[in-house]
């Protein structure tokens, strides 16, 4: 069972999982594609770097993604130092309201970050490995709002699996992905 952490321990936690798959990558592995139709193992990267100034209405430092994992740990550095320092201090978005900023990042991008680092495993053909409990604690959170989710554009339909699937199957198939996808060979 996995321990609950505050908003900076959980990013730490999961942006640090993230980390050692990027790590773990050969330098031609980046072009390779992902689970993400359309998507390679770098856009993948690129998405999680990219999104979340705007969604909190910020400027970051830039990253140069022609090294992948060098741009993951800038990035995740960055947002670290801002769950560390934040404070009391509020983000506007038009989609959320009015969020404590660690408690924004919290709900909205350490999970995607959770999420795509199966996306990013399969990507540089390596097996994902997903804290089993988080994953059954994300998708318990995440199905009530399935209809809200798949409006957004952001997810795929829903990929049937076995009643007895695992819980990160169950999980990785909510969000649109089929959990038996494998990079193609070379």
């Not at 999104?51 to 022609?66: A, H, M, Q, T, Y």
């Not at 740990?73 to 983000?91: C, H, K, N, P």
């Not at 795929?156 to 990785?172: C, H, M, T, Y």
Request: hydrophobic residues 40%; aromatic residues 8%.
């Amino acid at each position: 069972m996995s321990v609950r952490l505050d908003p900076a321990g959980e990013h730490r936690y999961i942006a640090g999982r993230f980390a050692a798959i990027a790590e773990a990558a050969a330098p031609d592995d980046w072009d390779s594609p992902s689970p993400v139709p359309g998507w390679t193992a770098r856009d993948v990267v690129g998405h999680l770097v990219t999104w979340l100034p705007g969604f909190l209405n910020r400027d970051l430092p830039e990253v140069d993604l022609s090294d992948p994992a060098a741009a993951w740990r800038r990035r995740s550095a960055d947002v670290q130092a801002l769950i560390e320092t934040a404070g009391d201090e509020v983000v506007r978005n038009r989609h959320t309201g009015e969020l404590r900023l660690a408690e924004a990042i919290h709900r909205f991008y350490t999970p995607d970050i959770f999420m795509h680092s199966w996306d990013l495993a399969r990507a540089l053909g390596q097996e994902p490995d997903l804290d089993e409990a988080r994953a059954a604690e994300l998708l318990a959170e995440s199905e009530p709002y399935e209809e809200l989710m798949r409006s957004s554009g952001q997810y795929g339909p829903r990929v049937p699996v076995p009643d007895d699937a695992s819980v990160q199957d169950k999980l990785v198939a909510f969000i649109g992905r089929d959990p038996a996808w494998r990079r193609p060979p070379r």
